[in-house]
């Protein structure tokens, strides 16, 4: 019988771990003032990333526990993204918005944000936003799940967290769909350890 050569899981975990602390090193700096740090970081993570990919490509799987002590960090890198406010984006200002002016009667392709007129309609965040001499860019479907979120929290935060929930469904399915169709669980960290998802999805910061 031939021995099993495929790198363990721990493996797998070792760079799992560079991609959660580079992750974790973005999340503790601003980006604008700290640019090598965020560049150092992301680019280390990059590295760690595909170093894990070719080490999926290399085994079979190994046991559930170890793949769901990943995912508890992947879930956990997540968190200081989450509760920090963005740096390199002002993106998710726009989304909060979009998502308050419909809930107020507003049209979002047809208001402008820096009118004069809609001022009061601001929150302190919405000031934020980038280009706010221009009408909502975005289509119908983002501008609904906008005002969905907002109907529940109107805030930043709100939409993060929003977002970092359907990061963590979008890994339910992921599993579901690469047991049904009898692959390692484990390719599931393809996603779940991407650093761009990560600094996506629960930093908006890209």
Known sequence: ????????????????LVVVGCILGISFFDSRTH??????CTALAGIAYLRTLCLLGQFAGGN?????????LAG?????????PPTLSTD???????????????????VVPSNSAVRHLHTAETLLMNHSDFPTPYPAVAELF?????????????????AFLFDVA????????????NRS????LGYAWNPLVALEAAGMDI
């Open 1 to 16: 019988m031939l021995k099993d050569r495929s790198p363990a899981p721990a493996k797998v975990l070792g760079w799992g």
């Open 35 to 40: 640019a090598r740090v965020f560049v150092v």
């Open 64 to 72: 559930n526990r170890g793949l769901a002590l990943c995912l508890v």
């Open 76 to 84: 956990a890198s997540r968190v200081p993204l989450l509760l920090s």
């Open 92 to 110: 998710v200002y726009r989304y909060v918005w979009d998502g308050r002016i419909q809930r107020l009667g507003y049209d979002p392709y047809i």
């Open 146 to 162: 906008f005002r969905a979120v907002t109907m529940v929290d109107d805030s930043a935060r709100g939409m993060k967290s929003a």
């Open 170 to 181: 979008i890994v339910a399915v992921l599993l579901w769909w690469l047991s049904e169709s």
């Open 185 to 188: 669980p484990w390719w599931v």
